[in-house]
């Protein structure tokens, strides 16, 4: 079972929908998780982390659940500049580790 | 403030020949991390340092591959010989911490003819 799961798509959806992304990881020390995005030919960026109790920033909201070793990613009233593709990330602790491990990302289109 | 800068941006070797990619840090960053991006097997971390020491580099494909980081300034990944496998997009991303975000540069894409 790969480290970090994600349904490749690709999503495409018109403005203003409603899309949602799982993500699932198979460590369960994992301790950080995160949603990085990467717009075509450049570098990933942080979109935002995710924290136990779920939290949201503007029209994105992050939900975990450490049971299930599940993420999601929820964005509403989609826009055409959300257009990029969406990677999962863990970190775990310990060891020499605490490198991000990357899911291989959920490529997300909205159309006008 | 700069990011973190990666030269060069476009690489394009012949199979056998030696690839050098550098990279320089965020200023005050104590780790630097290099990555392999390919569409078969997503973004791999390759090797990571902390204070110009490497810490991990189990992410290394092949003894073909080495990664110097001489300064707080400057890393380098060599491959050599380089093969037509080998291409791929390289990113360096530094960070302050391993709890801190990781920033990463734009990247080099290689391509071994």
């Known amino acids: 079972r790969k480290e970090v799961e994600q349904d490749p798509g690709p999503f495409n959806v018109p403005e203003g929908a409603t899309v949602a992304f799982n993500c699932t990881y198979s460590?369960?020390?994992?301790?950080?998780f995160f949603w990085y995005r990467q717009d075509c030919r450049k570098e990933p960026k942080l979109l935002m982390s995710v924290y136990s109790s779920g939290n949201e920033d503007g029209r994105f909201t992050a939900q975990l659940n450490r049971a299930s070793q599940y993420i999601s990613l929820l964005i509403r009233d989609s826009k055409l500049s959300d257009s990029a593709t969406y990677l999962c990330?863990?970190?775990?602790?310990?060891?020499?580790?605490?490198?991000?491990?990357f899911g291989k990302g959920t490529k997300l289109s909205v159309k006008p | 403030d700069a990011g973190v800068i990666q030269s060069p941006r476009h690489e394009v070797t012949e199979m056998g020949q030696e690839v050098t990619l550098r990279c320089k840090p965020i200023?005050?960053?104590?780790?630097l991390f290099w990555y392999r991006q390919t569409m078969m097997r997503g973004l791999e971390l390759l090797i990571y340092?902390?204070?110009?020491?490497?810490?991990?580099d189990s992410g290394m494909p092949e003894d073909r591959f080495s990664a110097k980081m001489p300064n707080a300034s400057f890393s380098t990944l060599k491959i050599q010989p380089s093969e037509p496998r080998d291409s791929a997009v390289y990113f360096c991303?530094?960070?302050?911490?391993?709890?801190?975000?990781?920033?990463f540069g734009p990247g080099t894409r290689l391509t071994v003819t």
């Open positions: 990330v863990v970190k775990s602790y310990g060891g020499s580790q605490g490198n991000l491990i």
């Open positions: 991303a530094s960070s302050r911490d391993l709890a801190y975000e990781q920033y």
């Open positions: 340092f902390n204070n110009n020491v490497p810490i991990d």
């Open positions: 200023s005050g960053h104590d780790y």
């Open positions: 460590n369960s020390a994992s301790q950080s």
